[in-house]
């Protein structure tokens, strides 16, 4: 009696097809983890031209609009052209300028969203922040997200800016070889 096996022309087939499958797999996750990166930046870009639109609007920051109570009957800012109270993980009830924006964006239909001070959520699943702080020893408005990965750190530090955490207008509050990082861009 004969025994049978495979050929090796055979599992070369099947070698060839299993190699085949895990490029397509690592390829698309790759393809997953630049469309994450692209939506950071764009979230950025939108934050960006929402708090401009609503500035163009009203001629104040969205949080720190000293008229927003007159306009919505909601918690206004003290209008001195800082969003203060940085707070980078804003929720429904929280207060100050910072969490305030939120609301304001809301009210003024720039943003949807709940109607509440609630920050919108990243795509690495951390929130967005914005307000006056001191990020690598400047101090300035920052549009902030939390619990970005580090190596996407460094991709968009590099892709638009000068690719060092503490110095251009993209910081990281830590190095960008931590696992997660808080990015900040400046306003």
């Given at each position: ?46 934050v ?24 919505w009957?909601?918690t ?40 509440d ?36 750190c ?34």
């Amino acid at each position: 009696m004969r025994k049978r096996g495979f050929t090796l022309v055979e599992l070369a087939i099947v070698l060839v097809i299993i190699g085949l499958i895990l490029g397509a797999i690592l390829k698309g996750q790759e393809l997953i983890n630049n469309a994450k990166m692209k939506r950071l930046y764009n979230q950025y870009r939108e934050v960006l031209a929402a708090i401009y639109t609503y500035y163009d609007r009203y001629g104040a920051f969205p949080g720190d609009d000293p008229y927003a109570n007159n306009r919505w009957s909601t918690t206004q800012g003290d209008g001195d052209g800082l969003i203060e109270s940085f707070n980078i993980n804003c929720g429904a009830t929280s207060s100050g300028e910072s969490c305030f924006l939120w609301h304001h964006l809301r009210l003024a239909n720039i943003l949807t969203g709940p109607l509440d001070n609630s920050a919108p959520k990243n795509p690495y699943g951390g929130s967005v922040g914005v307000g006056y702080t001191i990020v690598q020893g400047l101090a300035t408005q920052w549009i902030g997200f939390d619990n970005v990965p580090g190596d996407v750190c460094v991709s968009i530090d590099q892709q638009y800016d000068d690719g060092n955490y503490t110095t251009g207008s993209i910081r990281g509050y830590v190095p960008y070889t931590n696992a997660y990082v808080d990015l900040y861009f400046r306003l």
